[in-house]
């Protein structure tokens, strides 16, 4: 079983190292993950992750690539609703890395 | 950009089609395409509010339609007699939608580019 | 001008239903597989009498049809390609 160390827990994960269950979710948890990810997480950072995190709780989905960067410009300004700004703080993809730091399964498509 | 319209024709939650409809939507869109959604006859019954799908062991992909504005999807039509049929004519429903008459859903497929029944 | 496409026998499914009520007066309807067998029923062969309506031969056949079914144009596949591109779109209901 592939897993996270948490607090003398095992937090269950895919072999990719999504939660498997979004309610175990925490934000000190997060930091393990983005530790793994090779990404410090700063405000920008936790700007995106609880974004899509809200998203995911609300829609039972996570949001396509251009749907994020529009939100997070109607959100955060228009300087950051770019793509290059979301890659900026996830080099590898902010659908894949931002969603795993969130604690949200891997997204179906990652678009 | 392409013109596509999505029918949604059956009820939710016994078959895969209906999210596989939402998903082409939100993925079509995400393409830029100038995607509509139309349901239709037993398809109206995605707009059923209070459904809970997960008691039944069931995806709540229900909850995903929440998400079309986002994804710019503004054109999403319901088919009035079909919604009355089923007793949803005053009813609120889970996402908004126009309550049209069957000649409007006539000439929404003939104006469509494409058409995509589920 | 659209060409309506039903697979499926009316009584298993709403295809045919809403292909019906939702298709144009100048739009033609074309049956195959359990679809033909739609035409067997009055209900049906009213809904459709004022239709351009064509019927997969070899659905038809298979199912016995052929002589119940005599009165309707019935097509070969090439002839179903070229209806698809006669019309103006195709919709499998």
Same mark, same amino acid.
């Given at each position: 079983?592939?897993?996270?160390?948490?607090?003398?827990?095992?937090?269950?994960?895919?072999?990719?190292?999504?939660?498997?269950?979004?309610?175990?979710?925490?934000?000190?948890?997060?930091?393990?993950?983005?530790?793994?990810?090779?990404?410090?997480?700063?405000?920008?950072?936790?700007?995106?992750?609880?974004?899509?995190?809200?998203?995911?709780?609300?829609?039972?989905?996570?949001?396509?690539?251009?749907?994020?960067?529009?939100?997070?410009?109607?959100?955060?300004?228009?300087?950051?609703?770019?793509?290059?700004?979301?890659?900026?703080?996830?080099?590898?993809?902010?659908?894949?890395?931002?969603?795993?730091?969130?604690?949200?399964?891997?997204?179906?498509?990652?678009? | 950009?392409?013109?596509?319209?999505?029918?949604?024709?059956?009820?939710?939650?016994?078959?895969?089609?209906?999210?596989?409809?939402?998903?082409?939507?939100?993925?079509?869109?995400?393409?830029?395409?100038?995607?509509? %959604? %139309?349901?239709?006859?037993?398809?109206?019954?995605?707009?059923?509010?209070?459904?809970?799908?997960?008691?039944?062991?069931?995806?709540?992909?229900?909850?995903?339609?929440?998400?079309?504005?986002?994804?710019?999807?503004?054109?999403?039509?319901?088919?009035?007699?079909?919604?009355?049929?089923?007793?949803?004519?005053?009813?609120?429903?889970?996402?908004?939608?126009?309550?049209?008459?069957?000649?409007?859903?006539?000439?929404? %497929?003939?104006?469509?580019?494409?058409? %995509?029944?589920? | 001008?659209?060409?309506?496409?039903?697979?499926?026998?009316?009584?298993?499914?709403?295809?045919?239903?809403?292909?019906?009520?939702?298709?144009?007066?100048?739009?033609?309807?074309?049956?195959?597989?359990?679809?033909?067998?739609?035409?067997?029923?009055?209900?049906?062969?009213?809904?459709?009498?004022?239709?351009?309506?064509?019927?997969?031969?070899?659905?038809?056949?298979?199912?016995?049809?052929?002589?119940?079914?005599?009165?309707?144009?019935?097509?070969?596949?090439?002839?179903?390609?070229?209806?698809?591109?006669?019309?103006?779109?195709?919709?499998?209901?």
């Amino acid at each position: 079983m592939n897993h996270i160390d948490y607090q003398e827990q095992k937090i269950e994960t895919d072999h990719q190292g999504y939660l498997k269950q979004v309610s175990d979710w925490n934000e000190e948890i997060a930091e393990i993950i983005a530790q793994g990810e090779n990404i410090e997480l700063t405000v920008a950072h936790w700007e995106v992750i609880l974004f899509v995190r809200d998203f995911y709780l609300e829609f039972k989905t996570s949001p396509a690539i251009r749907v994020l960067v529009k939100a997070i410009g109607l959100k955060l300004g228009a300087d950051k609703g770019n793509s290059k700004y979301l890659y900026t703080l996830f080099p590898l993809g902010p659908a894949k890395q931002a969603t795993k730091i969130a604690g949200l399964p891997k997204p179906a498509k990652c678009i | 950009m392409k013109k596509l319209t999505i029918v949604f024709r059956r009820a939710p939650h016994g078959t895969p089609h209906g999210r596989e409809a939402l998903d082409l939507a939100l993925l079509s869109a995400s393409f830029e395409q100038d995607v509509s %959604l %139309l349901f239709v006859d037993e398809g109206v019954l995605h707009l059923m509010p209070e459904q809970q799908p997960e008691t039944a062991g069931a995806k709540d992909y229900i909850a995903t339609f929440g998400a079309l504005e986002l994804y710019d999807i503004e054109t999403v039509l319901a088919c009035q007699s079909s919604l009355a049929r089923f007793g949803l004519a005053n009813s609120e429903l889970t996402i908004s939608v126009e309550r049209v008459t069957s000649n409007n859903i006539t000439e929404q %497929l003939q104006a469509a580019d494409e058409v %995509l029944v589920f | 001008m659209i060409l309506h496409h039903i697979q499926t026998s009316p009584n298993q499914d709403n295809a045919l239903s809403c292909a019906v009520h939702y298709a144009g007066e100048t739009d033609s309807f074309l049956l195959s597989g359990n679809g033909v067998y739609a035409l067997l029923e009055d209900k049906w062969q009213l809904a459709l009498q004022d239709r351009r309506l064509f019927l997969l031969k070899s659905d038809v056949q298979a199912r016995g049809l052929t002589k119940r079914l005599v009165e309707y144009a019935c097509i070969d596949h090439n002839e179903f390609v070229q209806q698809a591109l006669i019309h103006k779109k195709v919709i499998t209901w």
